[in-house]
């Protein structure tokens, strides 16, 4: 707001100066004559009234109001623009503390986002469910025959500790099992064995803990071990191995590059010397171990010639035997011979 100035509001208290309405109403002669004599009494003995009611008196009232609202429109723009940049700087202030949390909550919604990708991203991408096979349910071993009647005459050591005594019993318990699954084992073999007369003498040595060896024991044991059933099952489920047929040593390429060059080399031995182009099928019948066996011509051209191709593959390369069933097995191949 501007200052309280009595220069330039005329409607404003004088405090001990008159007041500038008065002022003007006498420089317009509009004043009754006592109230003349009191400004003028009053002029005299105030300078400032005074200056001022000398410059009213130099200059038309109109003049001097049109001067006086021009200066007051040029304070206010002064005042405005000295403000305006007051203003600008303080707003900027003002909303200063909106910036980390605008920045805070970009930040959370760009992590729930991001977050939110991965987790799909790993969902798309997840592994598929491994089914892992359950094992086998192992074969059941037959329960061990009776052990004869009688007790058997295991001798144990006294001893004064009770945990020795304890191991001693729980070792003639093991000692005695063992011994009924082996009589049980033996019996169908000694029954049909020519030495079933030394039976007694053999059970009587096995309870008493002293190992005896039958004559059936190496036929037993060169046996084959049984194979459980869901051993049995499995490897009949499995599909057989792939027979693979009998090849060439250095493989069929240079079988043919080697029967060319032969055929090429090759002078008929015929009266009239004429050479014939054809060609000879000879079928070859290979042993287990790559060997051939026996040697045929299957589609003849002439006799020295057929005799030539079965001389060429019987001095060729060696041949790898074929395998069948997981195993080498004897086949029968056919080869042609080009001659030109």
Aim: proline share 13%; glycine share 6%; aromatic share 4%.
């Amino acid at each position: 707001m501007l200052p309280t100035n009595p220069l330039l509001n005329a409607t404003a208290p004088a405090g001990s100066h008159l007041p500038v309405a008065l002022l003007r109403q006498y420089a317009a002669g509009t004043l009754a004559p006592a109230a003349q004599h009191r400004v003028e009494a009053h002029t005299l003995a105030c300078p400032r009234c005074a200056d001022i009611l000398e410059g009213l008196l130099q200059t038309p009232p109109t003049t001097t109001d049109q001067a006086l609202a021009r200066l007051q429109q040029r304070l206010r723009q002064r005042v405005q623009q000295q403000a305006a940049p007051a203003r600008q700087v303080a707003l900027p202030r003002r909303h200063r503390w909106l910036a980390p949390q605008l920045a805070a909550a970009a930040a959370l919604l760009l992590g729930l986002v991001a977050g939110g990708w991965w987790a799909w991203q790993q969902r798309q991408h997840a592994p598929a469910p491994v089914v892992v096979a359950a094992p086998s349910p192992r074969p059941v071993e037959p329960a061990a025959a009776p052990a004869p009647a009688g007790p058997a005459p295991v001798a144990v050591a006294p001893s004064p500790r009770r945990g020795t005594a304890r191991r001693a019993r729980a070792t003639a318990a093991v000692a005695a099992g063992r011994t009924a699954r082996h009589l049980a084992a033996a019996a169908p073999v000694a029954a049909a064995s020519p030495a079933s007369a030394a039976a007694p003498a053999r059970d009587s040595a096995a309870l008493a803990g002293i190992p005896t060896i039958s004559p059936a024991a190496p036929t037993a044991m060169a046996a084959p071990a049984r194979v459980s059933e869901p051993l049995a099952k499995m490897r009949a489920a499995m599909p057989p191995p792939p027979a693979l047929p009998a090849t060439p040593s250095g493989g069929y390429a240079a079988l043919r590059e080697y029967l060319k060059k032969g055929a090429a080399d090759f002078e008929p031995e015929s009266p009239d010397g004429t050479r014939r182009s054809g060609r000879v099928l000879v079928r070859l019948h290979l042993g287990a171990d790559g060997k051939i066996e026996q040697a045929e011509a299957v589609r003849k051209l002439r006799p020295d010639y057929d005799a030539e191709a079965i001389r060429l593959l019987r001095a060729g390369p060696a041949w790898v035997p074929g395998i069948s069933a997981g195993r080498r097995a004897a086949q029968v191949v056919e080869v042609p011979v080009e001659f030109e």
